[in-house]
């Protein structure tokens, strides 16, 4: 079992930016592919962007555009999402997650708040 811990959360204008992070535990951190993901209440969980092991390859929602980015740092067990230009749509709690096989996420983090004002 992986235990991750996000932080960087907070409250926000509209059009501001916040990098949220993302702290694993273990020795095999590179090996995971490892995701971002929100939820606020009520609704079911989204997905936000993921990262291939290397860190060279990214994937992203489309109700996220260009205006945010995934990084990782393996030497640190840190994934980061770096959210500009944010909206009040953006509101929610986001989780990051790993993906230690297959195609499924297995690991999860307790969340972090994130609440954009307008």
């Known amino acids: 079992q992986v235990q991750l811990v996000e932080s960087g959360g907070g409250l926000v204008q509209a059009g501001g930016s916040l990098r949220l992070s993302c702290a694993a535990s273990?020795?095999?951190?590179?090996?995971?592919?490892m995701g971002w993901f929100r939820q606020n209440p009520g609704k079911e969980r989204e997905f936000v962007a993921s990262?291939?092991?290397?860190?060279?390859?990214?994937y992203y929602a489309d109700s996220v555009g260009g205006r945010f980015t995934i990084s990782r740092d393996n030497a640190k067990n840190t994934v980061y999402l770096q959210m500009n230009s944010l909206k009040p749509e953006d509101t929610a709690v986001y989780y990051c997650?790993?993906?230690?096989?297959?195609?499924?996420?297995?690991?999860w983090g307790q969340g972090t708040q994130v609440t954009v004002s307008s």
């Open positions: 997650a790993t993906k230690t096989q297959g195609y499924a996420y297995d690991n």
């Open positions: 990262i291939s092991r290397s860190g060279s390859s990214a």
């Open positions: 273990g020795r095999t951190f590179a090996s995971y592919v």
